[in-house]
């Protein structure tokens, strides 16, 4: 599914910059995909990430191997 970070960040009640901060970390990872920009109406300002992500996506923050 395609999502932006204002997107996602509604969805789960999250900080924007919290979520985009993940997603460009996930895609730095190769675990989402930056499928395109979207500029504003206004022609103003940065244009908005869009991401391809699965619709569940499971994190492992600490290894078990050491």
């Known amino acids: 599914m395609k999502v932006t970070a204002k997107e996602v960040a509604a969805h789960l009640d999250m900080d924007y910059t919290l979520v985009s901060?993940?997603?460009?970390?996930?895609?730095?990872?190769?675990?989402?995909?930056?499928?395109?920009?979207?500029?504003s109406a206004s022609g103003r300002g940065k244009p908005t990430k869009v991401f391809e992500v699965d619709q569940k996506i499971t994190l492992e923050l600490f290894s078990t191997n050491k």
């Open 21 to 39: 901060g993940l997603l460009n970390a996930l895609c730095k990872k190769g675990v989402v995909k930056h499928v395109e920009d979207r500029k």
